[in-house]
């Protein structure tokens, strides 16, 4: 088996890639390095250095006969807030790029990474089939992607699956600030002995959810027919203040919300469960 992987250098998808090989698949991973780690790297596969947003063909050569393609290159939501147009061109035009060159080499399944953001501010539990409605760049950006995803499944018949990602953690998480998560972060400042930045009350919910997990959802879906939605978050919520004290931070400083940031999460995971994934609680 041949698999591309998106982003691959990085936290989630260097994990995926970990698991393809284990499984004895060919890897190729398509990754700027922007936020990716040559470190993440499992020895076995191959590093293609190219940006999503732009294809050539020296790099595009690289998906003839692939037969699966997992998408974890993302602009993320703090670079989003600095430049929304490049958002745009990496996470709605880099998902694309990767359909259109799945089409023209006759990839067998692409499972696209998405996020719970392009589901917004939603009161009530959220199902596969609650109406998407963003409220940050990120989300407008990440739902763009799903959009044409899901026209290449409909109208060329590709067989696709979109997985929305919820506040993952875990091991090879980036810890700045600007392209990191808040698990990452907090523990690098613990560690230095600096104050925690909180933005907000503190009060806001998240289900934080391991990457192993994620890279688990990954794999059980990679021989599903295609054209389902699943949701992919642990179950427990946990406040930001009550993450501070679980990490032992001594010292909070607070500051003013971030945009698009979403209070609460109310997350439906039956769907992917019946695949056998399961998401272990935080802490």
Sequence with gaps: MKAIVTGG???????????????????IIIDDLSSGKKENIHSKAKLV????AYVWEWWAREFEKADVIFHN??????ICLQDPSRDLR???????NLLQLAKKYKVKKFIHASTGSVYGDVIGKITET?????????????????????????THGLNTTILRYFHVY???????????G???????????????TIHGSGEQER????????????????????????NCAASKTVTINQLAKKLGAKEIKHASPLIGDIFSFKISTKKIEKLGVKFRDFG
Excluded: W
């Design 182 to 196: 808040v698990v990452a972060i907090f523990k690098k400042q613990i560690a230095e002995g600096k104050p925690i």
């Design 207 to 230: 289900l934080f959810t391991h990457v192993e997990d994620i890279a688990e959802a990954n794999i059980r879906v990679m021989n599903t027919l295609g054209g389902d939605i699943y």
């Design 90 to 96: 990496v996470n709605g035009g880099g998902a694309l």
């Design 49 to 52: 250095e190219a940006d999503i």
């Design 9 to 27: 250098a990085g936290f989630i998808g260097s994990h995926i890639v970990d698991r393809l090989i284990n499984l004895g698949a060919k890897v």
């Design 130 to 154: 609650t109406c998407a409605n963003p409220v940050s760049y990120y989300g407008i950006s990440k739902l763009a992607g799903e959009n044409y995803v899901r026209y290449f499944s409909n």
């Design 73 to 78: 290159a993302a602009s993320k939501k703090n």
């Design 170 to 180: 875990g091991e090879r998480q980036e810890d700045n600030p600007d392209l990191g």
